[in-house]
């Protein structure tokens, strides 16, 4: 007769199967993640809004040079997380939605940037996972 396996050696290797899949699988999905958080970054840095006023103490383009990312591994788990360094950070939620001007009576508009590139993240995201 061919080579006969016991029940527990087909156990074990399909044990040893699924979790080599199951790390191929992390691995391209940690892969994927790290390449859309950086395409993230660079569809933000081309849509985010320019200062042009005249305030001297903030450089022109230095909210939209200031975004970059983040990755943190946590038990298996990839966050990406796009956000602006130093102190640009206070900016975001102003321009994204606009906001009440000094005088009290009329508002900014709102620029959205933000909102855009995580739609897009997001709709990445749930690609790369359907082609898997």
């Not at 080599?20 to 840095?45: D, L, N, P």
Request: one cysteine or more; a positive charge; glycine letters at 8%.
């Amino acid at each position: 007769m061919a080579d006969m396996i016991t029940p527990e050696e087909l156990a074990q290797t399909l044990a040893d199967y699924c979790r080599g899949y199951t790390e191929e699988i992390r691995e391209a999905v940690g892969e994927g993640i790290k390449k859309i958080g950086a395409e993230a970054v660079q569809e933000i840095k081309e849509i985010a809004p320019v200062y042009a006023g005249e305030n001297t103490g903030t450089p022109k383009g230095a909210y939209k040079r200031s975004w970059t990312y983040r990755i943190d591994k946590e038990r298996g788990v990839i966050n990406v997380t796009v956000h602006v360094k130093g102190k640009n950070y206070r900016l975001t939620h102003l321009l994204e939605n606009g906001h009440l001007n000094r005088d009290g009576t009329t508002r900014s508009r709102a620029i959205p940037h933000i909102s855009i590139v995580n739609k897009h993240a997001q709709e990445k995201v749930e690609k790369l996972i359907k082609e898997l």
